[in-house]
């Protein structure tokens, strides 16, 4: 009785339920978090944005949306007054958050198509073989890793048209310019950001998210498969 209730307590309350388990995620948490304020940071500024996503996006896909979430969360609110240092507009309090909770969403959708047993042997083959299974083995391989990262294609987006709107409101306000000037004055200086992001991502996540990780299994979580035994039984379906 009390575990069927436990599935719909929310996410803080099963910090304090689990205790072993969490205390294994807020230290990757923590990790991520860290990682990322350290790219943030740099002084090359907007273009580190890039890279100090990543920490976030493997945190999510490995803990699942909600942590991930939470992560994203609370680095927008360690880095709100260096955002409002930079854009000093009412217009940042609003997107500076929502940009880095969008990034959590990528954790509701895991990346499992490459990994699974005929994509495996599709890559094996792939190896064995050459260039001569090439044209039998990428196109399905190609579309595998396009399916892995529809999360990281859905939250670009989303960060995009977030970033944009805000760029928007912010030039139209200090620069005078009408709606229209502003929106296409933001979305030329966005998407210079937002191509190599986009690429970097779907390169980068699939190959970190199955090395090895000593703190907790490999890097595919987002599964039951992937905890200790001692542990699969503490985790909902």
Same mark, same amino acid.
């Given at each position: 009785?009390?575990?069927?209730?436990?599935?719909?307590?929310?996410?803080?309350?099963?910090?304090?339920?689990?205790?072993?388990?969490?205390?294994?995620?807020?230290?990757?948490?923590?990790?991520?978090?860290?990682?990322?304020?350290?790219?943030?940071?740099?002084?090359?500024?907007?273009?580190?944005?890039?890279?100090?996503? !990543? &920490?976030?996006? /493997?945190? +999510?896909?490995?803990?699942?949306? #909600?942590?991930?979430? *939470?992560?994203?969360? $609370?680095?927008? @609110?360690?880095?709100?007054?260096?955002?409002?240092?930079?854009?000093?507009?009412?217009?940042?309090?609003?997107?500076?958050?929502?940009?880095?909770?969008?990034?959590?969403?990528?954790?509701?959708?895991?990346?499992?198509?490459?990994?699974?047993?005929?994509?495996?042997?599709?890559?094996?083959?792939?190896?064995?073989?050459?260039?001569?299974?090439?044209?039998?083995? !990428? &196109?399905?391989? /190609?579309? +595998?890793?396009?399916?892995?990262? #529809?999360?990281?294609? *859905?939250?670009?987006? $989303?960060?995009? @048209?977030?970033?944009?709107?805000?760029?928007?409101?912010?030039?139209?306000?200090?620069?005078?310019?009408?709606?229209?000037?502003?929106?296409?004055?933001?979305?030329?200086?966005?998407?210079?950001?937002?191509?190599?992001?986009?690429?970097?991502?779907?390169?980068?996540?699939?190959?970190?998210?199955?090395?090895?990780?000593?703190?907790?299994?490999?890097?595919?979580?987002?599964?039951?498969?992937?905890?200790?035994?001692?542990?699969?039984?503490?985790?909902?379906?």
């Amino acid at each position: 009785m009390f575990k069927r209730e436990a599935k719909s307590l929310p996410f803080c309350y099963n910090l304090l339920m689990k205790p072993r388990t969490d205390t294994r995620m807020i230290t990757e948490m923590g990790l991520a978090l860290a990682l990322a304020l350290l790219f943030a940071f740099l002084p090359i500024r907007r273009w580190m944005l890039i890279p100090a996503s !990543l &920490p976030i996006y /493997f945190f +999510a896909y490995r803990r699942g949306g #909600r942590p991930g979430m *939470l992560c994203g969360l $609370l680095f927008s @609110l360690l880095t709100l007054p260096r955002a409002f240092i930079d854009l000093p507009h009412p217009v940042v309090l609003l997107e500076n958050p929502l940009e880095y909770l969008i990034v959590g969403l990528a954790g509701f959708f895991p990346m499992t198509k490459l990994s699974n047993p005929q994509n495996r042997e599709l890559r094996e083959e792939l190896k064995n073989h050459g260039l001569g299974a090439a044209w039998k083995t !990428l &196109p399905a391989l /190609f579309w +595998a890793w396009v399916y892995d990262c #529809r999360g990281i294609l *859905l939250t670009c987006v $989303l960060r995009f @048209l977030t970033v944009v709107l805000g760029s928007m409101v912010f030039y139209a306000y200090y620069y005078h310019l009408a709606y229209p000037a502003a929106l296409g004055m933001a979305f030329v200086l966005e998407i210079r950001i937002f191509l190599p992001g986009l690429l970097f991502f779907m390169l980068a996540l699939p190959f970190l998210l199955r090395l090895p990780i000593p703190l907790y299994g490999t890097g595919m979580v987002n599964s039951k498969e992937n905890l200790p035994d001692a542990e699969k039984n503490s985790h909902p379906d």
